[in-house]
């Protein structure tokens, strides 16, 4: 059975365009998870789990991740000028749900080092990329911030497999590295 609804070109979505429905058909995009994290001018650390990370340029090396306006770290993130994308193993369901939820100190209790930038990188990941940021563009009720890769460092493991979630749920991407 297909659910099929109708968006439209107004600049407010008409009242039958249904919000939740919206979001359960982008579900069926399957995507890893990572956690982004960065520091605010006092210090304070800040890190939050996205799906919504993508490459964008080679050369030069660019990234892309996009943040709810509403959010509470999203200041924190606005001014920094670095942050850091942690690409999450699918040991790590744990961290994935830890930094999807509201916590004073989300580093308390979590294996982290300081990148030179002092932004925090989460120990145990597939892999990171530590990010000056170029641009951030509005896109809607969320806004997308593009770094530019400044140094990365990856797991060359061949068994470990990545966190990965559709359809509203963690599944095992194991099955599928050979």
């Known amino acids: 059975m297909t659910n ?3 968006a439209h070109d107004t600049p407010e979505q008409s009242p039958e365009f249904d919000q939740r429905d919206f979001r359960n058909a982008l579900g069926h995009f399957g ?13 304070q650390t800040y890190g939050v789990t996205v799906s919504s990370f993508n490459s964008v ?3 030069p090396p660019l990234v892309l991740w996009s943040q709810v306006k509403a959010a509470p770290s999203h200041q924190a993130f606005l001014q920094s000028p670095y942050f850091v994308v942690n690409i999450l193993a699918e040991s ?5 749900n830890h930094f999807a939820k509201p916590n004073d100190d989300k580093f308390k209790g979590i294996a982290h080092h300081l990148s030179p930038e002092g932004i925090p990188i989460l120990e145990g990941t597939l892999g990171h990329f530590i990010c000056k940021k170029e641009n951030d563009v509005e896109g809607g009720d969320h806004l997308i911030f593009i770094g530019r890769v400044m140094s ?4 060359t493991a061949e068994d470990t ?3 990965f979630f559709w359809k509203g749920k963690y599944h095992s991407a194991a099955d599928h590295i050979s």
């Open 152 to 155: 990365y460092s990856y797991n």
């Open 161 to 163: 497999a990545p966190l």
């Open 57 to 59: 340029s080679l050369s």
């Open 92 to 96: 790590q369901k744990d961290i994935s």
């Open 4 to 6: 099929t609804s109708q």
């Open 31 to 43: 995507t890893g998870v990572t956690v982004i994290t960065t520091v605010d001018q006092s210090g």
